[in-house]
């Protein structure tokens, strides 16, 4: 079964820095590259990131390019989402994904506030 | 910045056929663009519905299928039930590593 968890939201101050943590199971990780996909509260969803499968390539959306970095650890089956200098407008749910947006996780809440 | 369509509601009966787009603001889509389809009710994961323009996802029943009808993506559902009221979000590659969704429909099912 294709698992994705999602971990390390929470309330962060303008900007500060949060680390969120996607780690996986069911699926040879190492194999595909991986997506960060956000919703803000009572919004749609945004693309936020993709990762390459073996980490050399990455993208971003306009929207967060120079402040999110996206990384990968194939030996922990684990994909990460650095995010700095967070502004109020990033707050949102953060939902980890399988390449074409086939498996995702449950999410986890960030809330950006002073 | 090119910006991915979607109607902002929908009605269907229940046992009726509806049919949601996903468009461009400039341009076509086409297969090209790997029209995917995702199913998402309040709280909880978006469920992947159909990829690659008209491929089921795994478990995915077949009265829900993909296409393209005209300059759009299209996603059609037949026999609507009462669980099929969600929200429904099309994503379009872009190139250069680049997605985007569209704004989501809501679907009501009365």
């Known amino acids: 079964e294709v698992q994705l968890l999602e971990s390390g939201g929470g309330l962060v101050q303008p900007g500060g820095s949060l680390r969120l943590s996607c780690t996986v199971s069911?699926?040879?990780?190492?194999?595909?590259?991986m997506t960060w996909v956000r919703q803000a509260p009572g919004k749609g969803l945004e693309w936020v990131s993709l990762?390459?499968?073996?980490?050399?390539?990455?993208y971003y959306a306009d929207s967060v390019k120079g402040r999110f970095t996206v990384s990968r650890d194939n030996s922990k089956n684990t994909l990460y989402l650095q995010m700095n200098s967070l502004r109020a407008e990033d707050t949102a749910v953060y939902f980890c994904?399988?390449?074409?947006?086939?498996?995702w996780g449950q999410g986890t809440l960030v809330t950006v506030s002073s | 910045q090119t910006v991915v369509t979607q109607e902002p509601s929908f009605s269907v009966s229940p046992g009726g056929t509806v049919t949601l787009t996903c468009g461009l603001s400039?341009?076509?889509?086409?297969?090209?663009?790997?029209p995917s389809w995702y199913q998402q009710t309040p709280g909880q994961a978006p469920r992947s519905l159909i990829h690659?323009?008209?491929t089921r996802s795994s478990g995915v029943p077949d009265r829900f299928s993909g296409s393209i009808l005209g300059n759009k993506a299209a996603l059609t559902i037949t026999g609507a039930q009462a669980d099929d009221e969600s929200d429904y979000y099309c994503?379009?590659?872009?190139?250069?590593?680049?997605?985007?969704f569209g704004g989501g429909t809501k679907l009501t099912v009365l």
């Open positions: 994503v379009l590659y872009m190139g250069s590593g680049m997605w985007v």
């Open positions: 069911g699926f040879t990780f190492n194999s595909y590259p």
């Open positions: 690659n323009t008209n």
């Open positions: 990762i390459s499968s073996n980490g050399g390539s990455t």
């Open positions: 994904a399988k390449w074409k947006f086939d498996y």
């Open positions: 400039s341009g076509s889509v086409s297969t090209s663009y790997f």
